[in-house]
């Protein structure tokens, strides 16, 4: 009787290979899986807090007036497997004063992401974004918080002052995320 309950050797190697079968398959599974977890994960390990350090101009380029002039911003760019060099990554307003004081807006409107002109028209000179009415003041603070739909004032970009001693403008870019209170830094 107890011949009977005793797997043969047949059934012992299927057992095993079954088994064995199962834990491949379970194992070979589990990549596209971890795969694509990584993919929709990935944007949330960003933080895009550092921004990019990139060259815009000469100091030579702008004028001792407080004028702000746009200067596109570009520098290469790498999506997935391919790079491009040299492209059109935004575009800031940039204004030197007579103390060779150097601010830099990044022109996306901080509520929708709109570009904020200049306008010189008016008696006291102002950024707007042409999508909502929003003004901002030259130091790229609300203009009237009453009459706005802006959740904050132009976003700032940090301008690197050794290289602006050297002659030129470099600075940290970075876009914002539109429409929050606070300076939230995309990836």
């Given at each position: 009787?107890?011949?009977?309950?005793?797997?043969t050797?047949?059934?012992?190697?299927?057992g095993?290979?079954?088994?064995?079968a199962?834990?491949l398959g379970?194992?070979?599974?589990?990549f596209?899986?971890?795969?694509g977890?990584?993919?929709?994960?990935?944007p949330?390990?960003?933080?895009?807090?550092?921004?990019?350090?990139?060259?815009?101009?000469?100091?030579?380029a702008?004028?001792?007036?407080?004028?702000?002039?746009?200067?596109?911003?570009?520098?290469?760019r790498?999506?997935?497997?391919?790079?491009?060099p040299?492209?059109?990554?935004?575009?800031?307003?940039l204004?030197r004063?007579d103390?060779?004081?150097?601010?830099?807006?990044n022109?996306?409107?901080?509520h929708?992401?709109c570009?904020?002109?200049?306008s010189?028209?008016?008696?006291?000179?102002?950024?707007?974004c042409?999508?909502?009415?929003?003004q901002f003041?030259l130091?790229g603070?609300?203009?009237?918080?009453?009459?706005?739909?802006s959740?904050r004032?132009?976003?700032?970009?940090?301008v690197?002052?050794?290289?602006?001693?050297q002659g030129?403008?470099w600075i940290?870019f970075?876009n914002?995320?539109?429409?929050k209170p606070?300076k939230i830094?995309?990836?």
């Amino acid at each position: 009787m107890s011949d009977e309950k005793k797997p043969t050797e047949e059934q012992s190697r299927r057992g095993f290979i079954k088994f064995w079968a199962g834990i491949l398959g379970a194992i070979a599974g589990a990549f596209p899986v971890l795969a694509g977890l990584t993919m929709v994960l990935d944007p949330l390990r960003k933080t895009g807090s550092k921004g990019k350090l990139v060259r815009v101009t000469d100091l030579n380029a702008l004028s001792n007036d407080g004028v702000p002039r746009v200067f596109p911003v570009m520098a290469d760019r790498t999506d997935a497997w391919n790079k491009f060099p040299e492209v059109r990554i935004g575009a800031v307003f940039l204004r030197r004063t007579d103390e060779d004081i150097v601010t830099a807006f990044n022109v996306s409107c901080p509520h929708l992401g709109c570009a904020v002109d200049y306008s010189n028209s008016s008696e006291k000179p102002e950024f707007f974004c042409p999508c909502h009415n929003s003004q901002f003041e030259l130091d790229g603070k609300v203009k009237n918080p009453d009459s706005t739909q802006s959740p904050r004032g132009m976003d700032s970009l940090e301008v690197d002052i050794q290289k602006l001693e050297q002659g030129e403008v470099w600075i940290n870019f970075q876009n914002f995320q539109p429409n929050k209170p606070e300076k939230i830094p995309l990836g």
